[in-house]
């Protein structure tokens, strides 16, 4: 099997794996357009059907494919020890369905994420929207690319950015540090937008900046974060650093930042917050 190049990482394997988002898209779908239950975790997050179908299929397609490879989804991190997932220098990080939330709204703006971790870095992803069949997927050594009715493009970042700046307002998650971010950023124009794909409108140039002051997991950023690197973007703590994943006994994110163009001045917007970093 020939590998790329640039990231080393096989091109039939990215393929395998952008077919079985594709796949686990399909079940979503089947699932969505029916009368479905919604049952709620111990976190009193939602669960459904369809993210336990799209699981499924991922994990059963990942096996095998990539054997060798452990994955960590969210519908299964309870099953495993944080002492066993610490051993694994490589894994598949998985959320079946980011937007659990937009998927019971019904309105569209949820997501397949597949990341795959190597000593911390995630180094490829992809990102599906079920309803609008629309798949992104790269990593920073890749290249970032948008695969739409049979075509692919390949994507950049808006840089430099120029007023007003395009932010992205999550659709379920808005906070008071997030707004007092955005109001010292001067000129804004918000966009609400739900679930990884503000890291692909990021990555497209559609979007400038996505603050995030709260806690996500890591399936939530890792598969987002490769297509964004992937178009010349980042995705920072408040120190500024790149984000790492499996390094921690906590699956939690810190606060973050993601952005187009990596020469905005982020900093000067964080103000006397105290942010969170794991």
């Not at 609400?192 to 900046?209: N, Q």
């Not at 806690?215 to 974060?225: I, L, N, V």
Request: hydrophobic share 40%; aromatic share 8%; glycine share 10%.
């Amino acid at each position: 099997m020939a590998e790329d190049a640039a990231g080393m990482i096989p091109h039939a394997l990215r393929e395998d794996v952008i077919a079985l988002a594709q796949d686990a898209a399909a079940a979503i779908l089947g699932i969505y357009d029916s009368d479905f239950a919604v049952e709620h975790k111990d976190d009193d997050s939602p669960l459904t059907a369809a993210d336990l179908a799209a699981h499924r299929c991922i994990v059963d397609g990942l096996a095998r494919i990539t054997p060798d490879i452990p994955v960590l989804s969210e519908e299964s991190a309870h099953e495993v020890s944080t002492a066993q997932r610490r051993q694994w220098s490589r894994l598949w990080l998985v959320d079946p369905l980011d937007g659990t939330r937009e998927f019971v709204k019904r309105n569209g703006e949820f997501t397949v994420n597949i990341a795959l971790i190597e000593d911390g870095v995630a180094v490829f992803g992809v990102v599906q929207a079920p309803v609008t069949g629309t798949l992104w997927h790269g990593g920073a050594t890749l290249g970032g690319f948008r695969r739409e009715n049979g075509t692919e493009t390949a994507l950049r970042v808006r840089a430099p950015a120029s007023a007003p700046l395009r932010v992205a307002a999550s659709r379920s998650h808005r906070d008071t540090r997030t707004q007092a971010f955005i109001d010292r950023m001067g000129a804004t124009e918000p966009v609400g937008l739900g679930s990884s794909l503000k890291f692909c409108r990021l990555a497209d140039g559609g979007l400038d900046v996505y603050p995030r002051f709260g806690p996500t997991s890591e399936w939530d950023t890792a598969a987002g974060q490769c297509v964004l690197e992937g178009a010349g973007g980042a995705v920072l703590d408040p120190h500024g650093r790149p984000f790492r994943y499996n390094q921690r006994d906590r699956i939690l994110n810190g606060d973050f930042i993601a952005l187009g163009d990596t020469a905005l001045p982020w900093r000067q917007w964080m103000g006397e917050t105290d942010w969170h970093t794991p």
